[in-house]
T-cell receptor, first 113, second 111 residues
């Protein structure tokens, strides 16, 4: 089955700097890669996703890049703000399989004011 | 409101007891997933149902069971509860080609 590795497990950046979180996946059939943000005690919320037919997607300060050959994808947050502090999870699935998402282990991002 | 409804929000129970967690998926979603999240841990996949049938199973204990009913709501049953079962239990639903939407979770405390 699919295996998703996520790095780093913790990340601290100064407010206004950029943050990058990286994930690798093992199943070459996976073609859907969402990212979730989870604030303390709350539900994970989808913040951006990418499908394998594109290499990059951007939504304001958030972008995701995908390298299918190397089987890795990354989340980039620019101009970080205190409200970006949260745990971020990457995930991968094959929507034409059983659709189950396999999650990475999470990255705790702390924005230092 | 995500459209995925979980009840109850909080549950406190004693060791050895049995509880039932309930999830109503977002309208139109046929798949329901259950995840367990212990303190400061990741999302541990328990089980998936699709249109009433079990589709995938993760690290679900034998003391735990689930089902999905004809109206697509799902229940997760936890029995012979232990202190280590204290966690946030999330339900999520999805439609083909779309990402998960999570419910707000049920916080279970076993004392």
């Amino acid at each position: 089955g699919e295996n998703v590795e996520q790095h780093p497990s913790t990340l601290s950046v100064q407010e206004g700097d950029s943050a990058v979180i990286k994930c690798t996946y093992s199943d070459s059939a996976s073609n859907y890669f969402p990212w979730y943000k989870q604030e303390l005690g709350k539900r994970p919320q989808l913040i951006i996703d990418i499908r394998s037919n594109v290499g990059e997607k951007k939504d304001q300060r958030i972008a995701v890049t995908l390298n299918k050959t190397a089987k890795h994808f990354s989340l980039h947050i620019t101009e970080t703000q205190p409200e970006d502090s949260a745990v971020y999870f990457c995930a991968a699935s094959n929507p034409f399989g059983n659709e189950k998402l396999t999650f990475g282990t999470g990255t705790r991002l702390t924005i230092i004011p | 409101d995500s459209g995925v409804t979980q009840t109850p929000k909080h549950l406190i129970t004693a060791t050895g007891q049995r509880v039932t967690l309930r999830c109503s998926p977002r309208s139109g979603d046929l798949s329901v997933y259950w995840y367990q999240q212990s303190l400061d841990q990741g999302l541990q996949f328990l089980i998936q149902y699709y249109n009433g049938e079990e589709r995938a199973k993760g690290n679900i204990l034998e003391r735990f069971s689930a089902q999905q009913f004809p109206d697509l709501h799902s229940e997760l049953n936890l029995s012979s509860l232990e202190l280590g079962d204290s966690a946030l239990y999330f339900c999520a639903s999805s439609a083909r080609g779309r990402g998960y939407t999570f419910g707000s979770g049920t916080r279970l405390t076993v004392v």
